[in-house]
């Protein structure tokens, strides 16, 4: 009981931090190679913490050095980057019945610092601890911005004094982007729409000799999905009767 009070005692970015701490250390590898990457692609320590805190992801920051790495244009990096992180729609989104009341500046504040992992940690500390407030989520947020961006800072100056070969980010990149895909394995639609959008890929690239074509087949493969996850909808709602069958086919009545 003694523990207890003194967890609830805990000053407000104390407790955050003990909530976040798992999170902030599990940042400090995947941001050293990140940063290493970005110094290697050019960027100097101040433009590697600028683009730590305006695009607080792991995956955009490696989407970045992969785009340069090809030379893309700057146009194509910035929709590559938009395109990927829409998902923050839908996580905020969840998030937003926790923050009703709360005034524009702070859901703009807290949401330049979210991410897919504080999100996570957020929504389950939201979810299971009455105590947990805004400014508890702030301080999560924060915490793990600074972890990140701390991090890749590092990465950063260890890489102008560690040769790394720049072959390596080509490799590191796609293995990474190849495991995200096969998590979606489970998931058939995002599976079809994954192979389209490669296939479409490899053919606009090879047409347009530009990473335009990364984009059209982003858009093209994500518009398929939609329409297919639209189609699908629909025709369950018209063969959801008012009569269902249980496992064995016996047909079951609701009265």
Same mark, same amino acid.
């Given at each position: 009981?003694?523990?207890?009070?003194?967890?609830?005692?805990?000053?407000?970015?104390?407790?955050?931090?003990?909530?976040?701490?798992?999170?902030?250390?599990?940042?400090?590898?995947?941001?050293?190679?990140?940063?290493?990457?970005?110094?290697?692609?050019?960027?100097?320590?101040?433009?590697?913490?600028?683009?730590?805190?305006?695009?607080?992801?792991?995956?955009?920051?490696?989407?970045?050095?992969?785009?340069?790495?090809?030379?893309?244009?700057?146009?194509?990096?910035?929709?590559?980057?938009?395109?990927?992180?829409?998902?923050?729609?839908?996580?905020?989104?969840?998030?937003?019945?926790?923050?009703?009341?709360?005034?524009?500046?702070?859901?703009?504040?807290?949401?330049?610092?979210?991410?897919?992992?504080?999100?996570?940690?957020?929504?389950?500390?939201?979810?299971?601890?009455?105590?947990?407030?805004?400014?508890?989520?702030?301080?999560?947020?924060?915490?793990?911005?600074?972890?990140?961006?701390?991090?890749?800072? =590092?990465?950063? !100056? @260890?890489?102008?004094?560690?040769?790394?070969?720049?072959? /390596?980010?080509?490799?590191? *990149?796609? #293995?990474? +982007?190849?495991?995200?895909?096969?998590?979606?394995?489970?998931?058939?639609?995002?599976?079809?729409?994954?192979?389209?959008?490669?296939? =479409?890929?490899? !053919? @606009?690239?090879?047409?347009?000799?530009?990473?335009?074509? /990364?984009?059209?087949?982003? *858009?093209? #493969?994500? +518009?398929?999905?939609?329409?297919?996850?639209?189609?699908?909808?629909?025709?369950?709602?018209?063969?959801?009767?008012?009569?269902?069958?249980?496992?064995?086919?016996?047909?079951?009545?609701?009265?």
């Amino acid at each position: 009981m003694r523990n207890y009070h003194a967890c609830k005692k805990r000053t407000p970015w104390l407790e955050a931090f003990y909530a976040v701490l798992p999170l902030c250390l599990s940042y400090i590898p995947v941001g050293l190679a990140c940063g290493m990457l970005l110094q290697k692609a050019g960027f100097n320590i101040f433009l590697t913490a600028l683009l730590s805190m305006l695009v607080f992801s792991g995956g955009a920051q490696f989407l970045v050095v992969s785009m340069l790495s090809v030379h893309a244009s700057f146009v194509s990096t910035i929709l590559m980057v938009f395109f990927l992180e829409l998902r923050y729609a839908l996580l905020g989104s969840s998030l937003s019945q926790f923050f009703k009341k709360e005034k524009r500046s702070f859901i703009a504040l807290f949401s330049q610092s979210m991410n897919d992992e504080n999100y996570a940690v957020n929504y389950l500390k939201y979810s299971t601890d009455p105590e947990w407030n805004r400014k508890k989520a702030l301080y999560v947020n924060w915490f793990s911005m600074a972890s990140w961006t701390g991090s890749t800072i =590092l990465g950063t !100056i @260890f890489g102008s004094v560690i040769h790394v070969d720049t072959e /390596l980010v080509h490799f590191a *990149l796609t #293995a990474m +982007f190849i495991f995200m895909f096969m998590m979606q394995m489970n998931n058939g639609l995002l599976l079809i729409t994954g192979l389209l959008s490669g296939g =479409l890929a490899i !053919i @606009f690239m090879l047409m347009f000799k530009n990473t335009f074509g /990364l984009i059209l087949a982003t *858009l093209l #493969a994500s +518009f398929v999905g939609y329409l297919i996850e639209r189609f699908r909808k629909t025709s369950n709602t018209k063969n959801d009767g008012p009569n269902h069958y249980d496992l064995t086919g016996e047909e079951v009545h609701h009265e």
